[in-house]
């Protein structure tokens, strides 16, 4: 059986990626940064073959403490669609045609997250750094993700009673909500403060 025209996309990519040092795993392909670090490249697939690159930097500590609430590891602490990061004339989504000889795109698309993505990666691939931006400029974040990935720095980071403050404020602005939001938000800062006792 042949493998998909998606199949053979994602393969031309692995393949333009492989000397970057970035490896795939499942979905999106990671780069070992040290001290528990990961680059991250993830795509979003529209069409039939169009690529848009996600790039983003995971934890091991944040996605240990994201699997022991019951969520999803290995996703990044913060991520950008690579065209954010290419300044002037960006390019949101490559292009694969059917059939069609997928090295050139490829190269293309890793030639620019080279240039436009790696220095992103490189830049928040230090925990201190990240978890101080975050925390200076908590508005980076989106409102539904800020709380839960707030008070989990603070309690990395030994500030239990910074993190106790974030699921606070969160759950008094939520406290008249019953929307899906609210309802999941409880259930994690409730999940949260058994998990972090004291």
Known sequence: ??????????????????????????????????????GWLGFGISGSLDLTPLVGVCFQRYDEVCRALGGTATTPLISTPLGCLMGEKPVWRWTFEP????????????????????????????????????????????DFERARKLSIIHVLNGNAGAAREVLKKERERVADHSDVYARSYRSFAHRFELLFRG
Request: proline share 7%; no cysteine.
């Open 99 to 142: 059939g069609g000889d997928h090295a050139p795109v490829a190269e293309a698309l890793v030639g620019a997250f080279l240039k436009h993505g790696k220095p992103y990666i490189d830049t928040y691939a230090k925990w201190d750094t990240l978890a101080r931006e975050l925390v200076a400029k908590p508005e980076s974040l989106l």
């Open 1 to 38: 059986m042949r493998p998909s025209p998606k199949t053979d996309v994602l393969v031309a990519v692995d393949t333009a990626l492989r000397p970057t040092g970035f490896v795939r795993r499942g979905h999106v392909w990671l780069q070992d940064r040290g001290d528990g670090a990961f």
